[in-house]
């Protein structure tokens, strides 16, 4: 599996735009980037997944650079709701596991 | 959809007991996983299920830990005898093959063996 980078911490104020980034330098073309969180106490949520095109939903937005070797998760309107622990994931194409890194712990505050 | 349903969501139970976790996946669901998160080790996978055969059980940890899946809507991991070292939140997911193959996590068992 390729592996991610992610910074341990970041804070964000409520009401901006929360940007996570993510690096995936050895990803390979089959694969491709999730993103879930772990809001305290609850089991991890799927936001959003990509191959090499952005991807935007409800959640969040996904933006993977032309090289694939680096993602960022953005939250548009970031809320005290959004603390928690975000996961990026690289994963080939049906495969279905999941690994799981450290995380960004992102701390909304107000 | 009621969701990924586990119990007990606490257990707490001394060292040498058996201890029975038990996950409902969402139904319809093909894949069902089981794994554990400690403060130490982080999210790890233990087991995942397709169509109630088991797949991969690389990550379970020896053989005091064991898992089954009778039928499509019914799991269960049951460790015996338990440890101090097994105490964790275990997480139950569920998910259907497809293109995303998003997995749906249930609320977790938080378990404390003493």
């Known amino acids: 599996d390729a592996k991610t980078t992610q910074p341990p911490s970041m804070d964000c104020a409520e009401g901006r735009a929360a940007n996570l980034p993510c690096n995936h330098s050895t990803i390979s073309g089959n694969e491709y980037v999730y993103w879930y969180r772990q809001i305290h106490s609850q089991g991890p949520q799927y936001i959003i997944h990509?191959?090499?095109n952005n991807e935007t939903n409800e959640m969040a937005s996904l933006i993977i650079t032309e090289d694939r070797k680096s993602s960022t998760l953005i939250l548009p309107h970031a809320t005290l709701r959004d603390t928690a622990v975000y996961y990026c994931?690289?994963?080939?194409?049906?495969?279905?596991?999941?690994?799981f890194g450290a995380g960004t712990r992102l701390a909304v505050h107000p | 959809d009621a969701g990924v349903i586990q119990s007990p969501r606490h257990e707490v139970t001394e060292m040498g007991q058996e201890v029975t976790l038990r996950c409902k996946p969402i139904s319809g669901h093909d894949y069902l996983f089981w794994y554990r998160q400690t403060m130490m080790r982080g999210l790890e996978l233990l087991i995942y299920?397709?169509?109630?055969?088991?797949?991969?059980d690389s990550g379970m940890p020896e053989d005091r830990f064991s898992a089954k899946m009778p039928n499509a809507s019914f799991s269960t991991l049951k460790i015996q005898p338990s440890e101090p070292r097994d105490s964790a939140v275990y997480f139950c997911?569920?998910?259907?093959?497809?293109?995303?193959?998003?997995?749906?996590f249930g609320p977790g068992t938080r378990l404390t063996v003493l």
């Open positions: 299920f397709n169509n109630n055969v088991p797949i991969d």
């Open positions: 994931i690289v994963r080939p194409q049906g495969y279905n596991k999941l690994i």
């Open positions: 990509g191959l090499k």
């Open positions: 997911a569920s998910s259907l093959s497809g293109s995303s193959n998003e997995q749906f």
